[in-house]
């Protein structure tokens, strides 16, 4: 053979994977081309690389102790780079950097997390307002009663992964203008965990986990609104194979009301009431979120005015206190009158001296035109 890969690195031949990975990054540190830019350097490290990619390789390493060489012309190698072999460049980082499976090398977690879900929870203003206990029915992933969690049919584990070799991932070398190239995918038998199930579970079909609807009491603050967001941390989805729970994620949607507008925490309504009414006065019956109340409306009341009920809004999220009820009045003024109620409203005129009240004028309050007119000095 060409060259002593073993002597290369400086190994014994019944050298471990672990201390022919030592080897190498003492070596790599020693000459690689940015600590020592000489040419004859280079091409050692050049050697020191490809040793290592043959010997951190079992099939490679095989071949190489039956006296084939991966990398000469013909015996399973590519050339390229100069003659030389591809960089490992995952090594090399872990090299300098002390890198490792924290670099993303080795197998996938084989345990994740589960998804959360979002679920829309419709309610109406009143238990919006004063909070309520609902429960919700949803499907969702939950742990598999018969392998709880394994995957495995009963009796039977996880065998490791005859294709990468419990690794979670497999190489390929490919030739680039740079050279031959290492590069690690995934393993695709195992999905990149290491181990497969040659025997699944009948229940879950190896996943773990089996989809059921389910059905949980949650409990809802008073003073959310439209659109407010409940986090039940760890309610969620079942991981596959077993894995923690992801969170379920309640979005409030809230019902109009036929008489409330909710404005924050404020509710506003408006009455409208007959103009003999708001004259003489008058006194009704309201029905708000906390039963009837009794309005007094005062003589006089013009339209546009607001009665404030205190506390009877929302309750204040975060419990401290509760927003107002405010009631705008309307008053309405008879479109159609017969010849008897005419008479008496031209009577009632009369008295208070309105039969020819053109109606009075206030400044500051002209349109848009009427600003401009101003402000030119037109007439």
Not at 119 to 136: C, P, Q, S, W, Y
Not at 302 to 329: A, C, F, M
């Amino acid at each position: 053979m060409a060259r002593d890969y073993y002597q290369v690195l400086g190994v014994r031949r019944d050298a471990s994977k672990d201390e022919i990975k030592k080897a190498y990054r003492r070596l790599a540190r020693e000459l690689h081309p940015d600590i020592n830019p000489d040419p004859a350097t280079q091409e050692r490290f050049k050697e020191v690389t490809q040793a290592y990619e043959v010997l951190s390789d079992e099939n490679k390493r095989r071949m190489f102790d039956m006296g084939q060489d991966p990398f000469a012309p013909g015996g399973g190698g590519a050339g390229g780079f100069g003659g030389a072999a591809g960089f490992p460049f995952d090594d090399i980082m872990n090299a300098f950097f002390g890198g490792g499976q924290a670099g993303g090398r080795g197998p996938r977690e084989r345990v994740r997390r589960g998804r959360s879900i979002k679920i829309r929870v419709e309610l109406d203003l009143a238990e919006t307002a004063f909070g309520v206990t609902k429960e919700i029915t949803f499907p969702t992933a939950i742990l598999c009663a018969t392998c709880q969690g394994e995957g495995t049919a009963a009796g039977t584990h996880r065998t490791t992964c005859d294709m990468c070799h419990g690794q979670g991932e497999v190489s390929q070398v490919t030739r680039s203008f740079l050279g031959q190239v290492m590069t690690s995918r995934p393993c695709p038998q195992c999905g990149g965990q290491g181990s497969v199930i040659p025997d699944p579970c009948p229940d879950c079909a190896g996943e773990g986990r089996v989809r059921e609807k389910v059905t949980r009491t949650v409990k809802i603050p008073a003073g959310v609104d439209d659109g407010t967001r409940i986090q039940l941390a760890g309610e969620g989805e079942v991981g596959p194979n077993g894995g923690p729970r992801g969170d379920i994620i309640l979005e409030i949607v809230q019902r109009p009301h036929p008489t409330f507008e909710r404005r924050g925490d404020d509710l506003h309504c408006t009455v409208t009431v007959p103009m003999t009414a708001a004259a003489l006065g008058a006194s009704f019956a309201f029905e708000t979120l906390d039963g009837t109340e009794n309005i007094d409306l005062r003589p006089g009341t013009n339209s546009g005015h607001v009665i404030t009920l205190p506390n009877k809004g929302v309750t204040h999220l975060d419990g401290g206190g509760r927003g107002d009820l405010r009631i705008r009045v309307d008053v309405e003024t008879p479109g159609k009158l017969d010849e008897e109620q005419e008479g008496l409203l031209r009577k009632l005129a009369e008295l208070r001296g309105e039969d020819r009240a053109p109606g009075r004028f206030s400044p500051g309050h002209g349109g848009l035109f009427a600003k401009l007119r101003d402000a030119f000095g037109a007439k």
